[in-house]
């Protein structure tokens, strides 16, 4: 039963220190999407990537986010440093996009973050 | 502001009852899909329908797709206390992916 698998599930850790996530995507997707959840903003993409290559980071904080895919099985997002209104669920997704359009997302368990 | 936007926001009904969440995007969609999502939980596709469908079925859940008037509904018939979660629905407007938007999400509680 492939799924996608995401390390840690939860993270304490204070204001300044550098955060990294993991995630590892179905095997065969060429997509992988990381998303933001919180109460007040809902669900924001932060990042994608298609075959490896970033394709859309707009919606991450440049400064302080970072997106990576070493290799097709490893997706890495990191924050340095990390703030207080970084706290959320952080969720990563794979996907097959063999078009234009973009077809099931298969979404990890997510991290939750929590900076003090 | 988002592509897709859920009504009700919340909606609590008795187990057994029929619930209707709608959905309403601005731009043309390649296509519509619906996830669910349990507290504390990732999400997880439920059904898609794309531009040239007009309705969707997939055991109790029922989709229907209006392209004129940029909405969508999903049906979930006979409700059971194990479908009380959130229901989101997510727009793809092409792109390869670039134009993928999720909405707010719909909570929905089923009372035993």
């Known amino acids: 039963d492939a799924r996608v698998t995401q390390t840690p599930r939860h993270k304490v850790t204070e204001m300044g220190q550098e955060v990294t996530m993991r995630c590892q995507p179905i095997?065969?997707?060429?997509?992988v999407f990381w998303y933001r959840q919180t109460m007040m903003q809902g669900l924001e993409l932060l990042a994608y990537?298609?075959?490896?290559?970033?394709?859309?980071d707009s919606g991450m904080p440049k400064d302080r986010f970072s997106a990576e895919m070493p290799d097709a099985t490893l997706a890495t997002l990191k924050i340095q440093p990390s703030e207080p209104r970084d706290s959320a669920v952080y969720f990563c997704?794979?996907?097959?996009?063999?078009?234009?359009?973009?077809?099931?997302?298969?979404f990890g368990p997510g991290t939750r973050l929590t900076v003090l | 502001s988002q592509q897709g936007e859920e009504d009700p926001q919340a909606l609590s009904i008795q187990e057994g009852e029929n619930a209707t969440m709608n959905c309403s995007y601005k731009?043309?969609?390649?296509?519509l899909q619906w996830y669910r999502q349990n507290s504390g939980r990732g999400l997880v596709h439920l059904i898609l329908?794309?531009?040239?469908?007009r309705e969707k079925h997939s055991g109790r859940l029922r989709v229907t797709l209006d392209t004129s008037k940029k909405s969508s509904s999903l049906l979930i018939t006979a409700s059971r206390a194990a479908d009380t979660a959130s229901y989101f629905c997510?727009?793809?407007?092409?792109?390869?992916?670039?134009?993928?938007?999720f909405g707010p999400g719909t909570r929905l509680s089923v009372l035993p």
């Open positions: 731009t043309s969609i390649n296509n």
């Open positions: 329908i794309r531009s040239n469908e």
């Open positions: 997704a794979s996907g097959l996009v063999q078009t234009v359009s973009t077809d099931t997302q298969y």
């Open positions: 997510a727009t793809d407007a092409g792109n390869y992916g670039q134009n993928f938007v």
């Open positions: 095997l065969g997707h060429n997509t």
């Open positions: 990537f298609r075959n490896r290559a970033p394709l859309d």
